[in-house]
């Protein structure tokens, strides 16, 4: 899978992956996720979510990464603001307010150009990706992950052999793998899932959502 696959997705309008309110597992956790207000939250393939809308209104600054730029013009245009526009390394930075989105390849994210945060908003972006782009997903995450970041991290789990994402299947051993190296992982709640598309309506879908906090620094680039 490619850059190509979701410009072509977007362009296709088929985006139902998209809801109109805020996430309700980010809604459940906020307390355990974001329990003070003044922090700085990375949002990886964010697309137009109104997430962003929602932890920028928490008191939080927001920069979302995403590949697709019409995602990021169709986010300010539907929250009605016009947003600045300026480049930062490869990256397009659309700006408004709090919320910030850089248009480019979030794999090429280093902690130079993104500077410090203080929590990662990983809703839908793991699961977005195929095993092999994982691992790399995950290495550039751990680089952002400074000791006392704290990532909530939303995966699926079904039969990835009867059905081909995305969303793809990611496991309890392929999240301790990426993460519990140097952080603590906690399982905060497990559940059916809901709101799948209509080709998942004859498999069990299970989602997890997970609190990782950062320990000791680890580089990886």
């Given at each position: ?43 990886p ?90 691992v ?10 400074t ?58 879908v ?14 990886l680039?």
């Open positions: 899978m490619d850059g190509s696959f979701w410009r072509q997705r977007w362009a296709d309008g088929r985006i139902g992956f998209h809801a109109a309110a805020a996430n309700h597992h980010l809604l459940a956790h906020a307390d355990r996720f974001l329990p003070e207000t003044g922090g700085r939250v990375l949002v393939l964010c697309g137009k979510t109104v997430d962003l809308t929602w932890l920028s209104e928490r008191g939080h600054d927001v920069v979302g990464v995403e590949l697709v730029e019409s995602a990021a013009v169709a986010y300010f245009a539907e929250a009605g603001h016009v947003p600045t526009v300026a480049d930062i390394g490869p990256y397009t930075a659309y700006s408004h307010g709090r919320v910030t989105i850089l248009v480019g390849d979030f794999l090429a994210l280093t902690p130079a150009i993104l500077g410090p945060v203080t929590h990662i908003y990983d809703r839908a972006a793991m699961i977005a990706l195929p095993p092999a782009m994982r790399r997903f995950v290495e550039v995450m751990r680089q952002h992950m000791p006392g970041v704290t990532l909530l991290l939303l995966t699926m789990t079904y039969d990835q052999a009867a059905l081909p994402g995305p969303p793809h299947s990611v496991d309890t051993a392929e999240v301790m793998l990426g993460y519990a190296d140097g952080c603590t992982v906690e399982l905060l709640a497990q559940g059916d899932a809901e709101s799948m598309p209509p080709r998942f309506a004859a498999h069990t299970t989602t997890s959502d997970w609190l990782v906090t950062a320990g000791p620094a680890r580089d680039r």
